[in-house]
């Protein structure tokens, strides 16, 4: 569940904090609309599922929770209710869903700090399991979450390139870190991603799932899918709703929270990813950070971090790095507004 932080289509040639880059009225509007359309209607079909044994890990970026917050308090009081009876975990992953790798080491390690703080104000428990943005990691990133932030399991990207042979459906190891590892199922969550609506109904994907061979069936998609990309009209959230019934003819398969999943089972082997993978249609993170535009604001940005933390422009630097923004980068107006958010705070640092 993310909510990126909408910057200004003019933003100011100088900023004197970080509110100046935002264009509050928008980012309101489209997080109400999203509310309405999808989180309220998602928190109903999770509450009315629990006798069902349904579950699911939901990260929750530190932008939505400041939104929901001053918007939706309500989702928040849902969604504690929903953790504390064992149906959601919450896992952790960047404040402000900025991609690794693509900012400093030290900077990603203090964004998941951050986040999981602020998981732990709000909920009252504490995150077990980490993702990164459009669940990009690598080795390098699982060095970090393992011994600058003492996590046990992430969740990865289960790219064909990556697994060889071996299959998504098992928990893997770190090739030099305690640190467990579990791919998504790339082809099963597409299917959700793009069939929803159309062909596929929750028959169809519990058969498929349920005879799967291995620990566990890894399904990510954005919560937005439900109602927000995919209107509630396709019926996705009937499709949620007829899930566990459907999965229920199969009594050796279950619901089971990322957590749960991953330490029921010991890794049947070493897993290396030396390069980065996400479920990007690159499967990596060159959508990110290939174009022009984008290596221009990257490097704008490496730039000014040292300063902008200095003189308390943190948070403004900080949402110039949303994974959500970068990837927007590719659209030509999009990145010349990007341009000139980040020209106004080199101004602001400069004076």
Request: overall charge negative.
């Amino acid at each position: 569940m993310n909510q990126p932080i909408e910057l200004k289509k003019e933003p100011p040639t100088r900023v004197s904090e970080w509110v100046d880059l935002v264009d509050e009225a928008v980012m309101r509007k489209r997080f109400e609309e999203a509310a309405g359309r999808c989180y309220t209607q998602l928190m109903k079909v999770l509450e009315e599922l629990i006798p069902h044994g349904f579950k699911v890990g939901v990260k929750v970026s530190g932008t939505f929770l400041e939104q929901a917050e001053r918007w939706g308090k309500w989702l928040l009081e849902e969604l504690t209710s929903l953790v504390s009876r064992g149906a959601v975990e919450l896992i952790a992953g960047p404040y402000f869903n900025s991609p690794p790798l693509l900012i400093p080491n030290d900077e990603f390690v203090d964004q998941v700090r951050l986040h999981v703080k602020k998981v732990e104000e709000v909920f009252g428990c504490k995150p077990r399991v980490f993702a990164g943005p459009y669940l990009a990691y690598s080795d390098e990133v699982g060095r970090l979450v393992s011994d600058e932030l003492g996590f046990k399991a992430a969740l990865t990207e289960g790219v064909a390139q990556v697994l060889a042979w071996r299959s998504p459906h098992f928990v893997y190891k770190h090739p030099a870190r305690d640190l467990l590892l579990l791919p998504r199922d790339q082809t099963l969550s597409n299917e959700i991603a793009f069939g929803l609506g159309k062909w596929l109904t929750a028959a169809i994907l519990a058969e498929k799932a349920s005879h799967v061979e291995g620990h566990a069936v890894l399904l990510g998609v954005p919560a937005e899918t439900f109602g927000l990309a995919i209107p509630a009209t396709a019926g996705v959230f009937e499709f949620l709703r007829w899930l566990p019934r459907e999965l229920a003819k199969y009594p050796w398969a279950s619901f089971a929270t990322p957590s749960e999943a991953i330490e029921k089972h010991e890794p049947i082997d070493v897993l290396s990813i030396p390069n980065p993978v996400s479920w990007l249609e690159s499967g990596d993170l060159r959508l990110l950070s290939e174009n022009l535009l984008q290596q221009v604001v990257l490097s704008l940005l490496t730039e000014l971090r040292g300063l902008a933390a200095e003189k308390g422009y943190q948070k403004a630097w900080r949402l110039l790095t949303q994974s959500d923004l970068l990837l927007s980068l590719r659209n030509v107006s999009t990145a010349i507004r990007a341009l000139k958010a980040t020209c106004a705070l080199r101004e602001a640092l400069a004076g």
